[in-house]
């Protein structure tokens, strides 16, 4: 009998997260094009807000650059099909050419795509001081 092992969807959810983690150390446009769903709507920690072309062009024009993403007290709660993750980050990299080392607190919101795939439909960043 060939049973399939379905995984906890906070296990699916934190595969995704490094999905997405690796698509941003790599500036992986094409990852990060299946992972954001197209009305992302994401407010950066200086009150911005991104849309999902706005950080595929910063990927894909190298203005910005991450080197390092290092992530702690990571919090996955799923309702259905949407997901909340918050998360402590630290990111070494640099934007439009001048380094940059800080510490964000992010907010994102996964939901099933019409593909059934996941996807991030909206975020938040904080600088954490």
Do not use: C
């Not at 049973?3 to 906890?8: A, L, S, W």
């Not at 959810?13 to 997405?20: A, D, G, P, S």
């Not at 990299?93 to 001048?98: L, Q």
């Amino acid at each position: 009998m060939n049973k399939e092992v379905k995984q906890p969807l906070e296990l699916q959810i934190k595969q995704y997260e490094e999905r997405l983690k690796q698509a941003m150390l790599r500036s992986d446009v094409a990852a990060l094009d299946e992972l954001l769903a197209p009305d992302l709507s994401f407010i950066n920690h200086l009150g911005q807000l991104m849309t999902k072309q706005n950080d595929l062009q910063a990927h894909k024009s190298g203005m910005l650059k991450i080197n390092q993403i290092t992530l702690s007290d990571q919090k996955i709660k799923v309702y259905g099909d949407v997901a909340v993750v918050t998360v402590l980050t630290h990111i070494i990299g640099s934007f439009a050419g001048a380094a940059s080392e800080d510490n964000f607190r992010f907010t994102r919101v996964w939901a099933k795509s019409t593909s059934n795939a996941w996807q991030v439909i909206a975020g938040h960043s904080s600088t954490v001081v």
